[in-house]
């Protein structure tokens, strides 16, 4: 039997849930010679290794990689997907799992086009438990339609995520598309560039992926001075793509720099670094680079000006309202300062 899937799944210090996620992978319907399971253990500090290690001797068709060194999730699947041999690649994080009836479905449905990505729906899980269906709209159910068709009618950040997707193998090596490595949010702009040099995407009806809300991910820890850091970079990479692709996809330039701003360079505002001493403050800062303090800069003024211009009538009567105050003010200093 030919080699139809493998999944890729970067883990770091998950003792304690691996092995549920591997087997919602295992329940595929596949036989082993059709399924392949590449796990990368990340340098982690707990059992997780040995977890996957243990797991691996019942199953042939897994292969556990350890890092050296922690190098984060970039790293690991960038490894992994040199090494699959599947013909079609999907991810699937440590603490979250696959839903069996959507992937098959995607399976099955890919491999009747010549579609370079197959979408299915996804739920995620909110912080008290409460589960959100992420479907894709009604005109984009069970067709097949160009890349750029999808990304300037349908593409939104939410639907920005590497494991919602099967890639054809081959055509996902020979892009050479690279996940960052060593920093957090890693596939904030590798998606969405993957996306918009696929030459057809499909899309199938059905969840294939439940994203768990997990209080130690990237996203839900409390931000440091190096994890701001490494958002602004990823602000910064998706603004650099926006302005790359605007000539030829406008709407998507527009909505990644909507998301960039308000996702990653946003995070920069005086209630952030208020928190931090001035040391962890500057490391913020010399880490983005001049050329990036410029444009974030640039970016903050801009922010100000365009709420002047588009809530003139609040400022005007903000002003209106602070001028006798502070008019008065100044009498009162004055006088003050001839007594």
């Known amino acids: 039997m030919a080699l139809l899937l493998t999944y890729i799944v970067p883990a770091y210090n998950c003792q304690n849930f691996i092995t549920d996620c591997l087997k919602g992978i295992y329940s595929l319907p596949l036989t082993e010679e059709e399924l392949e399971v590449i796990v990368v253990d990340d340098c982690s500090t707990d059992n997780t290794l040995g977890v996957l290690e243990k797991y691996a001797s019942g199953h042939s068709n897994m292969k556990v990689l350890h890092q050296e060194r922690n190098q984060r999730q970039g790293a690991a699947r960038n490894r992994a997907i040199d090494m699959a041999r599947g013909e079609y690649i999907a991810f699937c994080d440590a603490d979250d799992a696959v839903v069996v009836e959507g992937v098959m479905t995607a399976l099955a449905a890919v491999s009747q086009t010549s579609a370079d990505i197959c979408y299915f729906d996804f739920e995620y899980e909110q912080p008290r438990g409460k589960w959100n269906l ?70 199938v009806e059905g969840v294939g992926y439940r994203y768990a809300f997990n209080e130690n991910s990237t996203c839900a820890q409390a931000p440091t001075p190096q994890a701001l850091s490494e958002q602004l970079m990823a602000g910064q990479r998706l603004l650099a793509f926006a302005d790359e692709v605007r000539p030829r996809l406008p709407r998507l330039a527009a909505t990644l720099s909507d998301e960039a701003r308000t996702r990653y360079v946003g995070v920069l505002r005086l209630r952030n670094l208020s928190k931090y001493s001035k040391a962890s403050v500057s490391h913020i800062y010399t880490s983005l680079g001049s050329e990036k303090r410029k444009q974030l800069a640039q970016y903050h003024f801009t922010r100000w000006i365009d709420f002047v211009l588009n809530h003139k009538n609040i400022v005007l009567s903000l002003w209106v309202l602070a001028y006798p105050i502070t008019r008065l003010g100044r009498q009162l200093t004055s006088k003050g300062r001839k007594i």
């Open 134 to 203: 992420f479907a894709m709209p009604e005109g984009a159910r069970n067709v097949v339609m160009s890349s750029q068709e999808y990304l300037e009618e349908y593409y939104t950040c939410w639907y920005n995520a590497p494991w919602r997707n099967l890639y054809r193998r081959q055509w996902l090596q020979a892009l050479g598309e690279r996940f960052v490595e060593g920093l957090r949010w890693e596939d904030c702009d590798w998606t969405v560039r993957v996306y918009s040099k696929a030459a057809q995407v499909q899309f």
